[in-house]
């Protein structure tokens, strides 16, 4: 059964860092595209990064480029989202997901087949 849980969220002053993980069960990350998304209370599910399936292609939204990184690990059959310089905008439930598809690096729900519980991320200012 496909599984993604993530972790790492928590809460952190403003300026700090944190680091999701975003682990998978019962199928190859690397077959997939993935995709984290962030929620904001009162607001919609809006994409933060992407990660394509063979190109390594990486897509980050404006809002976010330059102090988010998302990056694979293989091995661990995780991926990560590295968030630097928090600002208290960014707080959110952050989500992971895949799709399967080749030509894909998903920004947007529809292109997402599954997905994680999320986790919390609380920036104080």
């Known amino acids: 059964q496909l599984q993604l849980v993530e972790s790492g969220g928590g809460l952190v002053q403003s300026g700090g860092s944190l680091r999701l993980s975003c682990a998978a069960s019962g199928f190859t990350l690397d077959r997939y595209a993935i995709g984290w998304f962030r929620q904001a209370p009162g607001k919609g599910r809006e994409g933060v990064s992407c990660i394509s399936r063979r190109s390594g292609i990486t897509i980050y939204a404006d809002s976010v480029k330059g102090r988010f990184t998302i990056s694979r690990d293989s091995a661990k059959n995780t991926v990560y989202l590295q968030m630097n310089s928090l600002k208290p905008e960014d707080t959110a439930i952050y989500y992971c997901?895949?799709?399967?598809?080749?030509?894909?690096?998903?920004?947007?729900?529809?292109?997402?087949?599954?997905w994680g519980q999320g986790t919390q991320v609380t920036v104080s200012s």
């Open positions: 997901g895949v799709t399967l598809s080749l030509f894909v690096c998903p920004t947007v729900v529809s292109e997402i087949e599954s």
